[in-house]
């Protein structure tokens, strides 16, 4: 059974950053394509960021240019870097992991809070 848990949430100023960190307990961390994933207040989740054990990203188009993905294999972790943060990225922040065995294997952290001030 994977465990994850997020930190680094909190309380930015419009154009301020944060680093969410993700700690990965309970497999092989490396056979895992890692995702964060937010909520807004009244929308559904959304996709922000994925990052394969190879290094390879991807990002949603809203994050691009400001929000990087990065993982640390020997530390079994997985970071987001956000950058220019802008009211609009306010929300809870998941980490999520699929395992590259499985179809069905899925499994989410508890979630960190990000607000964004204006």
């Known amino acids: 059974q994977v465990e994850l848990a997020e930190s680094g949430g909190g309380l930015v100023r419009s154009g301020g950053s944060l680093r969410l960190s993700c700690g990965f307990l309970?497999?092989?961390?490396?056979?895992?394509?890692m995702d964060w994933y937010r909520q807004a207040p009244g929308k559904q989740r959304e996709l922000v960021a994925s990052i394969t054990s190879g290094l390879s990203t991807s990002y949603a188009d809203s994050v691009k240019g400001r929000f990087t993905i990065s993982r640390d294999n020997a530390k079994n972790t997985v970071y987001l870097q956000m950058n220019d943060l802008k009211p609009e990225d306010t929300g809870v922040y998941y980490c999520?992991?699929?395992?590259?065995?499985?179809?069905?294997?899925?499994?989410w952290g508890q979630g960190t809070q990000v607000t964004v001030s204006s």
């Open positions: 309970g497999n092989i961390f490396s056979l895992h394509v």
């Open positions: 999520h992991a699929r395992d590259l065995r499985s179809l069905t294997a899925t499994y």
